[in-house]
């Protein structure tokens, strides 16, 4: 059962990434954009949600502890749903821009994609003492192991998707 909601986490995970894609293949289409992000934005929702079960599916949890949690959980998925935005953005400004990047805008891309990475260390860090005060550090310690995983996985699918930068000379 576990290994099933993995996969579908990380299958939701593809299907979204695909979308930048399709944008700009549909370019030509006024309404295409609208509909890819809101496409988009639908597959997002779903994922997350499939990503908080398969923690709660794997993360046993008293009920004092739950209480305590979730709360915390759904602020910390909120600011890395923040990143996660910025993230899809910048995959769609290399999905409308393939083909034609200069070495500047390539540079840009990789330059904020690093920082995104930051980010999302960064908020990892500031939630642990977070999470540890609502949780003993075993459990602490296997949410971000399982968080980390379901992110390195989905990271993992979407750049398997993504065709490497070309050089234009």
């Not at 995970?13 to 549909?26: K, M, N, R, Y």
């Not at 995983?149 to 065709?163: A, E, G």
Request: charged share 20%; with cysteine; proline share 4%.
């Amino acid at each position: 059962m576990k290994n099933r909601a993995m996969l579908a986490v990380v299958f939701s995970g593809l299907c979204l990434f695909a979308i930048p894609s399709a944008h700009a293949q549909a370019a030509t289409s006024k309404d295409a954009p609208a509909a890819s992000d809101q496409y988009a934005k639908l597959l997002r929702q779903d994922l997350r949600s499939q990503k908080k079960q398969l923690i709660a599916a794997n993360l046993t949890l008293t009920d004092a502890e739950a209480t305590k949690f979730w709360p915390v959980y759904d602020q910390f998925s909120a600011e890395m749903t923040t990143i996660g935005d910025q993230k899809y953005a910048l995959i769609k400004e290399y999905a409308q821009d393939f083909g034609t990047l200069t070495d500047e805008q390539a540079k840009g891309l990789l330059s904020r994609s690093l920082a995104l990475d930051e980010a999302a260390t960064q908020l990892r860090i500031k939630y642990v003492p977070i999470v540890n005060k609502v949780l003993p550090g075993t459990k602490t310690a296997t949410f971000f192991q399982i968080e980390r995983r379901i992110s390195t996985l989905i990271d993992l699918q979407i750049s398997s998707q993504l065709p490497l930068v070309q050089d234009q000379k």
